[in-house]
């Protein structure tokens, strides 16, 4: 079966102007649409899941990894492995469709732009105000610094590589190829919903993961969603997500996922009723996390009030 599709090749630069219903404009002639075929799906698949699946599974075998803890020593080669092949898997489907990867979100030129930093230090300016609320009601604190001297720096290091590819992997698989491919067929935020859902779900596997941290992530998985609707690019949401990760599990000592990072900067401790601390699962599971992630949505709303990437839907409105 082919999906008729149009790539979104435009600049987004020319959208600017636009709103969340971009105004028509005027072209002499339509251009066809591309497609995607279930071949190209197929290959995207293998390479980004099947293939890494088998080199981390005799990784892990070789590292005898223990599951129960993050430790660069399995994490990043990991990750690493996982970011690898879902860009490749990326790059050979762009080749084969001939399409610039600008057109699944990911303008290389732009990997390390404006975007992408202003993403990591959001990142790290929200995880720090839930543990903020979470300390201020008397119910999180650092117990003490656990590194020093080069450490510090290994270390910090080790887990900013760890979770860019953390990061890499995650949105490019659920923000970028496939979210082009579901507004192929169906409206941006149908299709926003239902890869958030299936993100939610690849994170139920989590050691002490909690109600609360699920439907966090599948919040968090539609406001990365409205930064590529609204920035063109999956740059800030792979900047937010890798300082997040980073701030839990480096920087302030806490769970991430359910699980301690081994390698930390602070040794913290939060007590009191799960809904309020995350419990087990972290401060990603608290509900507080659940109301600053809304308020960096109304954020991201204000700060890139127009749509710039847009679904066939909008794109064939352009076109008439």
Avoid at 98 to 122: H, I, N, Q, S
Avoid at 167 to 195: D, H, K, P, Q, V
Avoid at 282 to 289: D, F, I, L, N, W
Wanted: one cysteine or more; glycine letters at 10%; aromatic letters at 14%.
């Amino acid at each position: 079966m082919r999906i008729a599709v149009e790539a979104n090749l435009s600049d987004p630069n020319e959208r600017e102007n636009g709103t969340e219903f971009p105004a028509e404009r005027t072209i002499d002639k339509p251009q066809p649409a591309a497609a995607v075929k279930r071949k190209d799906i197929l290959l995207w698949v293998v390479v980004s899941f099947a293939v890494p699946a088998v080199f981390i599974l005799l990784l892990h075998h070789g590292l005898k990894h223990d599951k129960s803890i993050l430790s660069l020593r399995g994490e990043l080669p990991t990750k690493g492995i996982q970011a690898f092949f879902v860009v490749l898997g990326t790059w050979m489907v762009a080749r084969l469709e001939k399409r610039p990867l600008a057109a699944y979100g990911v303008p290389p030129d732009k990997a390390f732009g404006a975007r992408f930093w202003e993403g990591c230090v959001w990142g790290f300016v929200m995880l720090s105000a839930v543990l903020l609320v979470i300390r201020l009601t008397g119910h999180f604190q650092v117990d003490s610094v656990a590194l020093s001297g080069v450490a510090i720096f290994k270390y910090a290091a080790g887990w900013a590589l760890a979770f860019y590819g953390v990061a890499i992997s995650e949105e490019f698989s659920f923000r970028g190829y496939l979210l082009f491919i579901y507004t192929r067929g169906m409206r941006f935020w149908y299709s926003a919903l239902i890869l958030s859902c299936l993100f939610g779900a690849a994170h139920l596997g989590n050691p002490n993961e909690n109600v609360l941290g699920i439907l966090q992530v599948v919040v968090v998985g539609m406001i990365f969603c409205l930064t590529i609707r609204r920035t063109g690019t999956l740059w800030l949401a792979v900047g937010f997500h890798t300082t997040w990760d980073w701030a839990q599990t480096f920087f302030y000592g806490t769970a991430d996922s359910g699980l301690l990072g081994v390698g930390r900067l602070l040794n913290s401790s939060s007590v009191g009723p799960k809904w309020l601390t995350g419990g087990g699962a972290g401060p990603e599971g608290s509900v507080v996390a659940f109301v600053v992630l809304l308020l960096f949505g109304l954020l991201v709303h204000l700060r890139f009030p127009n749509a710039i990437y847009l679904d066939r839907f909008e794109q064939e409105r352009q076109v008439q």
